[in-house]
């Protein structure tokens, strides 16, 4: 036992999982049999649904990896004691990849710009070579290249450190953090504009990356709460997480909901005030017929909801409440991913298909399955990091 928590276990014991990891992989495994049943007679519908869940679950272990590098970058203290599920987070970054594969076999359906047929589009010549099948499928190979060797070299050092304590692995992190660093900012981003923007190749913003980036790291945040919460409950974390940590997640996540709708604000004002046709058509396709009540309930159940909720200070401190908040936030941030990837499906309005929900399940199924099977590989929080200590008697 750790001096510093002796009351709390330091490894999950795969008891507390029961039956929960056998019902996560029959469930993935009955989705995606029903969506590669489903894309059979359907195969549009399937792209764009797959897509929507794949990015959803996507931007969560960005997130992670993002507050990884963070911490590490600014020698962070208060972040110690929870780090080592956002590692977790971040090595679900190479499942993501393995879960990309789908998305190649219907990649013409999503991106149109790869149809023959548009080859002689005037705007997609002016784009030419940088929308080309090679360069595309290159890109997104160094994209999961890069996420799987930074997020597995990042935790495989933390738990490295667990059983000598040298100071040299927080070094070696925090210099290959550095490193590290502006790259995730470029693959973040160019992911964005790739996957996202490029379903339709005439619209472009330069704001799209960091609007991209900041649902990511908030719904991020969101899963840490939930997660050392729920490990909380089960015994974990005892005189390790304090309501300390709580509140320090909860004034980030306030943070973060206010740069998401700055961010937003900003892309709208320009767009609309510059009125280029090119630019416009995003916006005007999702404030029109039935998709403008769901951009509606975004802005205000994405920002002013959890901006009022999060503003007092006792309910950052406050557990459950935060984990409230937390689920409130990432169902909007599930209803922005949805805003953005199927009007380009539905244009005349909003369609709720079955395989929406049926990816979410597969997608989600498969990556929490991997998720508790590996939650027992190693302490829960990092016993030997120089900076516990003072982690675990934080004050702020």
Not at 71 to 89: F, G, I, K, P, Y
Not at 301 to 313: I, R, S, T
Request: proline share 6%; hydrophobic share 55%; aromatic share 16%.
């Amino acid at each position: 036992m750790s001096e510093h928590a002796p009351d709390s276990p330091q490894t999950f014991d795969y008891k507390h999982v029961g039956g929960r990891f056998l019902g996560l992989v029959a469930t993935a495994i009955v989705a995606f049999i029903a969506i590669f049943a489903g894309a059979a007679s359907n195969p549009t519908q399937f792209a764009f649904s797959y897509l929507f869940a794949f990015t959803f679950f996507l931007t969560i272990c960005m997130g992670g990896l993002f507050w990884v590098l963070v911490h590490h970058s600014t020698d962070a203290e208060w972040s110690v004691v929870v780090r080592r599920q956002l590692e977790n987070m971040a090595c679900l970054l190479p499942v993501m990849g393995v879960l990309f594969i789908p998305l190649i076999f219907v990649a013409p359906l999503l991106w149109q710009w790869m149809q023959p047929e548009n080859a002689q589009d005037p705007l997609l010549q002016e784009k030419w070579p940088y929308l080309t099948p090679w360069f595309f499928w290159g890109r997104a190979a160094f994209y999961f290249v890069f996420f799987t060797v930074a997020a597995v070299w990042l935790r495989a050092n933390s738990v490295l450190q667990d059983t000598d304590g040298a100071p040299r692995y927080t070094v070696f992190n925090r210099r290959l953090t550095f490193a590290s660093l502006p790259l995730f900012a470029v693959c973040l981003t160019f992911a964005a504009i790739d996957w996202l923007m490029g379903l339709d190749y005439h619209w472009f913003s330069t704001m799209w990356g960091v609007y991209i980036f900041a649902g990511s790291v908030l719904s991020a945040l969101c899963v840490l709460v939930l997660l050392i919460t729920a490990l909380r409950g089960l015994g974990y974390f005892q005189n390790v997480v304090t309501p300390e940590h709580f509140h320090i997640i909860g004034k980030l996540m306030l943070a973060f909901t206010i740069f998401w709708a700055y961010i937003g604000f900003g892309q709208y004002m320009l767009i609309w005030y510059a009125n280029i046709p090119e630019e416009t058509i995003y916006f005007l396709r999702r404030n029109t017929e039935s998709w403008q009540i769901l951009s509606t309930a975004l802005v205000v159940g994405h920002f002013f909801v959890p901006f009022l909720l999060l503003l007092p200070n006792p309910g950052k401190r406050r557990p459950a409440f935060l984990c409230a908040v937390a689920v409130w936030i990432l169902v909007m941030h599930v209803l922005d991913v949805y805003v953005i990837v199927l009007p380009a499906l539905h244009k005349a309005g909003v369609v709720v298909h079955w395989m929406d929900f049926a990816c979410l399940a597969a997608v989600g199924c498969t990556v929490a399955a991997v998720f508790l099977k590996r939650l027992g590989d190693a302490p829960l929080w990092p016993l030997r990091d120089p900076r516990l200590p003072e982690s675990i008697a934080l004050k702020n």
